[in-house]
């Protein structure tokens, strides 16, 4: 294959695993990003695009119909499913309607309504957890752990007062919500899929639940297993999805988000000899795989 590697940093590590690199614009500033890479494809007859960031993913998704058009494959889900899954409130929304939410969480609207909820949660939980909706890399998750509030790694305290400070900052109706408590340790699943049905599963036990590049172990959880089988019948996914989850109290597995692109550290699937990319490029050519969740 021909690589043509794109990234807004000049210094982009990837750049040295290409065979061509060039720098765009943020996926977020969507008119001039894509013209660039509709300019791209014509300048460099490329067939397969795969986004490996949110913004990517979704401005792409938007002119899907203008790709195919110029016989170039993008390798990623419906523009509908995509802004779904870009928030965890409307992913939420989603998974309770299909019963696959087992979990006590409450969308907040106001400051009054964080206490009222906070209030209804500590009956059930010592700690509970109060986050953004569509942050990424742990950005904006608090702790609330008897009554005081700490970042999400526990070494930093903050007020309630900065909770407040923020919802006031941010009055958007969709953007925050509370949650109880999980049970560590964090779950990272590289999801392939093809029309709704799953086609490889790798299950990465984080070593530490705080922070994703300190190592993973690869195991294989059948409750897990089932409920992926489920999110890529119930969203109808093609192509490769990352996904986090955790365990409730009652040993159920609960699904934390689920990325429209491929995992920030999805080389440790590739190192472990999972050949993930080659089994997407596949089946976007037309190709057939074997399925295999070993």
Known sequence: FFILGVDVDSNAIGKYFCDEFRIVMS????????????NLINDFKIQIIIPTSDEEAITLSEIKNEIKKRKCIL????????????????????????????????????????????????????TYIF????????????????KKVYNHIENSKYSLDDIKDLLQKNKNASKFFIMEELCKPVYDIDMLTWEGELFRCIQRKRIHSDFPNEGHEIVKNKLILKF???????????GLYDCDFMFNKKNKPVLLEINPRQSGSIAISLVAGFKLIDDLV???LGNKIKKSQK
Not at 134 to 145: A, V, Y
Not at 229 to 234: D, L, N, S, V
């Open 131 to 146: 986050k953004s909706a569509d942050d990424r890399g742990s950005r904006n998750i608090f702790f609330i752990k008897s």
């Open 282 to 284: 596949q089946l976007l």
């Open 27 to 38: 996926g977020k500033k969507k008119k001039e990003y894509k013209d660039q890479i509709l």
């Open 228 to 238: 992926c089988k489920r999110i890529a019948k119930e969203f109808n996914l093609s």
């Open 75 to 126: 390798a990623s889900g419906e523009e509908s499913i995509l802004k779904i899954l870009n928030n965890k409130i409307k992913t939420y929304d989603f998974l309770e309607r299909k019963s696959l939410c087992d979990f006590r969480w409450r969308k907040i609207l106001s400051y009054d309504d964080f206490k009222k909820f906070s209030k209804q949660l500590f009956e059930f939980n010592e």
